[in-house]
Antibody
Framework: EVQLVQSGAEVKKPGATVKISCKVS????????MHWVQQAPGKGLEWMGL????????IYAEKFQGRVTITADTSTDTAYMELSSLRSEDTAVYYC???????????????WGQGTLVTVSS | QSALTQPASVSGSPGQSITISCTGT?????????VSWYQQHPGKAPKLMIY???NRPSGVSNRFSGSKSGNTASLTISGLQAEDEADYYC??????????FGGGTKLTVL
């Protein structure tokens, strides 16, 4: 069974850095990109970027460029999303998601992780 | 990259059909057949309902269908059921090798 299991909720102060993990099982981690998606409370989905676990190459959305770092640890089949210089607007649920079709790495997202709530508050 | 444009809300009675639109540009929706649709219930992760404009994943009801004309994609739900009440999001691949989502549509089943 394919699973994406994310780390637990975090509470951070403004200006801090958060690092969220997404551990996969049930498929070959290095074969498929891992994407990250942000959802602020009561708001829509926003694509943050992706990592190719095979070589570590990344693509980031302009909104998060410079503050986000997405990495992949192939020894533990875990992807990470690190967001720095946190502000209140970063309070959101963060999802990891992939697509298990080689030719469709950017075309849709399925499956998804369960989501991780990050709260930024002083 | 601006978000794709979706209506904020739509509603329908059980048994009726509704359509949710998703408007982009020739650099995203209009330029590629890589539009997907997601259903999200409160507190849950999004669920893929349609991929590549009109394809349904295994297990998704055939009451859900997708289409595209020019820069606008559409999700149609026929035979509305109470369980269809949720938020719906479209997404598209873009010419800058990114992904963009729509702002989301809240579906209310009256």
């Amino acid at each position: 069974e394919v699973q994406l299991v994310q780390s637990g909720a975090e509470v951070k102060k403004p200006g801090a850095t958060v690092k969220i993990s997404c551990k996969v099982s049930g498929y070959t981690f290095t074969d498929y990109y891992m994407h990250w998606v942000q959802q602020a409370p009561g708001k829509g989905l926003e694509w943050m970027g992706l990592v190719d676990p095979e070589d570590g190459e990344t693509i980031y959305a302009e909104k998060f460029q410079g503050r986000v770092t997405i990495t992949a640890d192939t020894s533990t089949d875990t992807a990470y999303m690190e967001l720095s210089s946190l502000r209140s607007e970063d309070t959101a649920v963060y999802y990891c998601a992939t697509v298990l079709v080689p030719a469709a790495q950017m075309n849709w997202f399925d499956p998804w992780g369960q989501g991780t709530l990050v709260t930024v508050s002083s | 990259q601006s978000a794709l444009t979706q209506p904020a809300s739509v509603s329908g009675s059980p048994g009726q059909s509704i359509t949710i639109s998703c408007t982009g540009t020739s650099s995203d929706v209009g330029g590629y057949n890589y539009v997907s649709w997601y259903q999200q219930h409160p507190g849950k992760a999004p669920k893929l309902m349609i991929y590549e404009v009109s394809n349904r994943p295994s297990g998704v009801s055939n009451r859900f269908s997708g289409s595209k004309s020019g820069n606008t994609a559409s999700l149609t739900i026929s035979g509305l059921q109470a369980e269809d009440e949720a938020d719906y999001y479209c997404s598209s691949y873009t010419s800058s090798s990114h992904v963009v989502f729509g702002g989301g549509t809240k579906l209310t089943v009256l």
